[in-house]
């Protein structure tokens, strides 16, 4: 088992920016893709972006152009620069690693709000 902690989430006007940050525990971090997932006030979690071992990254299509997924696997970090942010980017994000076919070690997620 590994311990994702998420910070940087809080009440941002439309339009605005944040930059969330995702620390993992132990010293294995490299070899996981990880990936960043919201789940938003009556919705299904959905994940926004991933990147691979390697800095490739993938997003989706509500985010593309305006989210930027990266990570310093010296610093067990991840983080997901968020632009241009709407009322409906409003949820709760979490990071998580892909493992064992698995995207298995759910933190407590950061509190993005998006509202004027």
């Not at 610093?75 to 009322?87: C, F």
């Amino acid at each position: 088992q590994v311990n994702f902690v998420e910070s940087g989430g809080g009440l941002v006007q439309p339009g605005g920016s944040l930059t969330l940050s995702c620390v993992a525990s132990g010293n294995i971090f490299s070899t996981w893709d990880m990936g960043w997932f919201r789940r938003g006030p009556g919705k299904e979690r959905e994940l926004v972006a991933s990147i691979t071992t390697s800095g490739r990254a993938r997003y989706a299509d509500s985010v593309e152009g305006r989210f930027t997924i990266s990570r310093d696997n010296a610093k067990n970090s991840m983080w997901l620069q968020m632009n241009g942010l709407q009322p409906e980017d409003t949820a709760v994000y979490f990071c998580n690693r892909y493992y064992n076919n698995n995207w298995d070690s759910w933190g407590r997620g950061t509190q993005v709000t998006v509202s004027s």
